[in-house]
């Protein structure tokens, strides 16, 4: 174990140490402006896309990670609330309340990310098959359907109270 700490490059430490700090700010009431909401999950979707392996089976890998990315999507959809959502005084973004949820949704990006880069990394020939590369889709679609459906929630909420009176 303490191997694959060692052997951890700086860079992901770094990333993780940003992850941890957006992860822990989003526990208290934050800001999230319509083009954040807008911008974001293109961003990570364009991500997951790139990382994944399309050389073994790429209808088969990309069908995992669609269907991954729709599942991610509907599940962020029933467990990000919408209570406590209201439209900022300017009424170009929304005040979010506070949860851990961010947080966990960070880390666990992060983990499939550090997996499967470790895996890539000791077990070349085991990561590069076909179990392990849909795998990869699916976690990856999975995670980034969250971030997506987050976002879409919050833009469907902000665009209903755009609507309404202050």
């Known amino acids: 174990m303490l191997n694959?700490?060692?052997?951890?490059?700086?860079?992901?430490?770094?990333?993780?140490?940003?992850?941890?700090?957006?992860?822990?700010?989003?526990l208290s009431p934050t800001r999230e402006s319509k083009t954040s909401l807008l911008v974001i999950p293109p961003i990570w979707l364009g991500w997951s896309l790139y990382s994944l392996n399309l050389t073994?089976?790429?209808?088969?890998?990309?069908?995992?990670?669609?269907?991954?990315?729709?599942?991610?999507?509907?599940?962020?959809?029933?467990?990000?609330?919408?209570?406590?959502?209201?439209?900022?005084e300017a009424g170009t973004g929304l005040i979010v309340p506070g949860t851990i949820k961010t947080l966990a949704l960070y880390l666990l990006f992060f983990a499939i990310n550090y997996y499967f880069g470790y895996q890539a990394e000791v077990a070349p020939e085991h990561s590069a098959g076909l179990p392990m590369v849909l795998l990869?889709?699916?976690a990856s679609g999975?995670?980034?359907?969250?971030?997506?459906?987050?976002?879409?929630?919050?833009?469907?909420?902000?665009?209903?109270?755009?609507?309404?009176?202050?």
């Open 136 to 138: 990869k889709a699916c």
């Open 4 to 26: 694959i700490l060692q052997n951890t490059p700086l860079w992901v430490y770094a990333v993780f140490l940003l992850l941890c700090y957006f992860g822990v700010k989003a």
């Open 142 to 166: 999975f995670a980034s359907g969250l971030f997506c459906g987050r976002s879409l929630s919050f833009y469907q909420m902000f665009r209903s109270l755009k609507t309404a009176p202050l």
């Open 56 to 88: 073994l089976n790429p209808p088969l890998t990309m069908g995992c990670w669609l269907a991954a990315v729709m599942f991610g999507g509907v599940v962020a959809l029933m467990i990000f609330s919408r209570k406590g959502v209201e439209r900022d």
